[in-house]
């Protein structure tokens, strides 16, 4: 019982330290000059840097798919989604470094449902990938 209450706490106390560290390092850094700029940036990146892992990770399972005509449509898919990914990042960057036109205000107003329809296209490839996939055997009839 010593044991489980030791780890409890240990692993409270480690939470704890690594709130500091990562506070202390941020607060470390914020008095680097241009450094808030920097951040600001890689915050507006994220979100399309994980759309071009799942557009990777997408593009390198449909090899694997059984069916041709599945792969051709996902391969589309995944290059469509890449290149509205890319326009969507250039647009976002554009916003970011306070461009001025008609098209980005429309754009900052609507670029919300940019990533949704990036999310609506990384589940339609990956769905259209698991179809073309063979069936997978029931458990009673696998042999172990």
């Given at each position: 019982?010593?044991?489980?209450?030791?780890?409890?706490?240990?692993?409270?106390?480690?939470?704890?330290?690594?709130?500091?560290?990562?506070?202390?390092?941020?607060?470390?850094?914020?008095?680097?000059?241009?450094?808030?700029?920097?951040?600001?940036?890689?915050?507006?990146?994220?979100?399309?840097?994980?759309?071009?892992?799942?557009?990777?990770?997408?593009?390198?399972?449909?090899?694997?798919?059984?069916?041709?005509?599945?792969?051709?449509?996902?391969?589309?898919?995944?290059?469509?989604?890449?290149?509205?990914?890319?326009?969507?990042?250039?647009?976002?960057i554009m916003l970011y470094k306070k461009i001025n036109n008609d098209w980005l205000k429309?754009?900052?107003?609507?670029?919300?449902?940019?990533?949704?329809?990036?999310?609506?296209?990384?589940?339609?490839?990956?769905?259209?990938?698991?179809?073309?996939?063979?069936?997978?055997k029931d458990w009673m009839e696998r042999r172990v």
């Amino acid at each position: 019982m010593l044991l489980i209450a030791g780890g409890f706490l240990g692993f409270i106390l480690f939470v704890a330290l690594l709130v500091f560290i990562l506070r202390l390092f941020s607060i470390t850094l914020f008095y680097i000059p241009g450094f808030d700029l920097f951040f600001e940036l890689i915050i507006v990146m994220i979100p399309y840097l994980v759309f071009f892992a799942a557009y990777y990770y997408l593009f390198k399972k449909i090899n694997h798919s059984s069916i041709k005509a599945t792969r051709i449509i996902a391969r589309i898919l995944v290059f469509a989604g890449i290149v509205f990914c890319t326009l969507t990042l250039i647009l976002s960057i554009m916003l970011y470094k306070k461009i001025n036109n008609d098209w980005l205000k429309i754009f900052e107003q609507n670029s919300h449902y940019g990533l949704i329809f990036q999310l609506i296209l990384l589940l339609l490839t990956a769905g259209i990938i698991a179809g073309g996939d063979t069936k997978e055997k029931d458990w009673m009839e696998r042999r172990v």
